[in-house]
């Protein structure tokens, strides 16, 4: 049997997609008492997201990847440093992502007004 490897995303809109539930299951979401490896989904969704964030380097632009790959790893040393929620470090890793999804919703804006078409041909902002 073999396991379906991480899900990366592949465009600004599926990185901004995954932002959602990270910030919104925090810190659930990062403390699962289940399945396999209950450990590592914190591992797991700063990888997928760290992974995204590579895949989009060019639409992003090297300063905006650079400020987001920082701020990544703020956020996950924030988490692992505060998983209960009790010293604040925790909701400014939220802050953190928060602000990732701006620079991902910005970058989609750009390339919209600049009309640059996505993998499909379309101008979406991906």
Do not use: C
């Not at 995954?18 to 810190?27: D, E, I, R, S």
């Not at 699962?32 to 450990?39: A, R, S």
């Amino acid at each position: 049997m073999t396991t379906p490897g991480p899900y990366i995303p592949k465009t600004l809109g599926e990185i901004y997609d995954q932002l959602g539930p990270m910030v919104l299951y925090v810190p659930r979401k990062f403390k699962k008492k289940t399945g396999y490896f209950p450990e590592t989904f914190l591992e797991a969704d700063f990888y997928e997201l760290n992974n995204g964030l590579e895949l989009v380097r060019e639409k992003l632009g090297e300063d905006d990847y650079a400020r987001a790959i920082d701020m990544s790893a703020r956020a996950k040393a924030l988490f692992e440093a505060d998983p209960d929620m009790t010293t604040g470090q925790a909701e400014d890793g939220i802050v953190l992502l928060d602000e990732i999804s701006d620079l991902i919703r910005d970058a989609r804006r750009r390339r919209v007004r600049a009309k640059l078409k996505d993998d499909l041909g379309e101008v979406s902002g991906d």
